[in-house]
């Protein structure tokens, strides 16, 4: 018995209808082509996204390395700038308190020995009043560049504001500790400043304080405050007190 074709489907019927049938004839020549075109297109568009893809994966790792590394130098020069005195070049006083914490912090764990010092500029404000601040930044400036060259490499030296400093020192017993105070004291003493045809005589208060495991950072800069002012009240006091300003 002879088989009967069936019937194509509605929508194969359509098909034929949109293919051939009068509504194709109406359509824009680009829209009527755009079934046919697609094919052909898609492989070119595809070739040309290909070109901007890495040819070796391992160079583009190795970029994205690079720009990792670039932006985290960035962060860390961004975090020195914040934590950095923009006039002497030395640890600000938010840079300062970052470093005694982690130095307690090591102190609790491990047991190791550090000396917090504070030292206190004395007669600036003679200074500022006679040859102005300008002339206060340099004697600031000379205290530091003073104080930078009788510290090791290890310790730490920051400007807690205005014209107090603080020193952390590492490795040192308390008597060597109070020696390394009066020996600052003694080094800033020395120092004479010109300007012009006057002089003026530098000096630092400096005040000691042991770090112990139980101490936090606004502790121990209480306690090396204290001892600083009366280490400063005792100057004060002393007989034969030089005139800050020499004319």
């Known amino acids: 018995m002879k088989k009967t074709p069936s019937r194509p489907s509605e929508s ?4 034929r209808k949109v293919a051939a049938g009068p509504v194709a004839e109406e359509l824009p020549r680009s829209a009527a082509g755009a079934s046919q075109a697609a094919p052909d297109e898609a492989p070119a ?3 040309a996204g290909a070109g901007r893809l890495p040819s070796d994966p391992q160079a583009k790792i190795r970029r994205l390395k690079a720009q990792l ?19 002497l070049g030395i640890s600000n006083r938010r840079g300062f308190e970052r470093e005694l ?31 102005g601040h300008a002339a206060g930044d340099v004697v600031l400036k000379s205290v530091v560049e003073a104080l930078l060259s009788h510290v090791r490499a290890s310790d730490l030296i920051g400007r807690l504001g205005g014209d107090e400093f ?19 004291e003694q080094t800033v003493d020395q120092l ?26 606004a502790g121990a800069l209480a306690c090396a405050d204290r001892a600083m002012y009366a280490r400063k009240a005792e100057r004060r006091a002393a007989e034969g007190k030089p005139d800050p300003v020499r004319r």
């Open 45 to 47: 568009r595809a070739g």
């Open 101 to 131: 914490n982690r130095a307690l912090a090591y102190i609790k764990r491990y047991g190791a020995a550090g000396a917090l010092i504070l030292l206190d500029v004395d007669r600036l404000k003679p200074v500022n009043d006679t040859f």
């Open 166 to 184: 603080a020193l952390l020192l590492w490795n040192l017993s308390e008597a060597d500790a109070h020696m390394k105070a009066a020996a600052l």
């Open 12 to 15: 194969h019927r359509s098909g």
């Open 69 to 87: 590394a670039a932006a985290l130098a960035q962060i860390e020069e961004l975090r020195a700038s914040a934590e950095t005195d923009f006039l």
């Open 192 to 217: 004479v400043i010109r300007f012009g045809t006057h002089t003026v005589a530098a000096g630092v208060s400096a005040g000691v304080a042991m770090l112990t495991a139980d101490m936090d950072a």
